[in-house]
């Protein structure tokens, strides 16, 4: 079964550093991942998405993650936060891309960015 | 082009009632899947509709059950509520099932008291 670990529960950073949010996966299969953001009181938005090709895939609001087999590891980053970043980031795997499929959610990380 | 809508938002129960949610999805797309959201387990999935047919479950008790209708509106039902069914009840739709297309709607929010 796949299984999908966040490895820190919370991420309190100052506005305009540096963040990474880190997330590692379990997976017997070919995987498919995803970082997912929600703010409050809202549903889930999706970032980005690593299919398959380049090992670093760039997202919206300039989040950038790398896919690396070896460590399974997809973890998420950004050169400089606002503090508009606030929320929670879900890091999520698939084991299909079409047809019946489930994403398998990590326990979240809550980022909060300080002035 | 409007996105997911989840009804109602906000919804209060009483242990042993049932509730029915609703999510229209975006206009065109086919497949609606359905997420339990809660502070102790996290996002977990409880199935995935496509052009009327369950096409995939997760591991939740059969009090949970869902439907889709031929316009792609779903709904879930929940039998005799318990007080650890309180919950965010996400749903989200996409064009043919392809996982990275899902958009979420906003949730339900289910207090069962």
């Known amino acids: 079964a796949q299984s999908v670990t966040q490895l820190d529960s919370q991420v309190p950073v100052f506005e305009e550093a540096p963040v990474e949010l880190r997330c590692n996966y379990s997976s017997s299969v070919s995987v498919y991942l995803f970082w997912y953001v929600q703010y409050p009181n809202q549903g889930l938005q999706l970032l980005l998405k690593y299919l398959s090709g380049s090992t670093l895939v760039k997202g919206i609001n300039g989040f950038e993650a790398e896919f690396n087999k070896s460590q399974t590891s997809f973890h998420l980053r950004k050169p400089s936060v606002h503090i508009s970043d606030t929320a929670e980031y879900f890091c999520a795997v698939s084991d299909r891309i079409q047809g019946a499929q489930k994403l398998v959610f990590g326990q979240g990380t809550r980022l909060t960015i300080n002035p | 082009k409007a996105g997911v809508t989840q009804t109602p938002r906000y919804l209060i129960k009483t242990r042993g009632q049932q509730v029915t949610l609703s999510c229209s999805p975006i206009s065109g797309h086919r497949s609606v899947s359905w997420y339990q959201q809660t502070p102790g387990q996290g996002l977990q999935f409880l199935f995935e509709?496509?052009?009327?047919?369950?096409?995939n479950k997760g591991n939740f008790p059969g009090r949970f059950s869902g439907r889709q209708f031929s316009n792609s509106r779903s709904e879930m039902n929940v039998s005799t509520l318990e007080l650890g069914d309180s919950a965010l009840y996400l749903c989200a739709s996409s064009l043919g099932g392809s996982v990275y297309e899902q958009y979420f709607g906003p949730g339900t929010r289910l207090t069962v008291t």
């Open positions: 509709y496509f052009s009327e047919t369950q096409r």
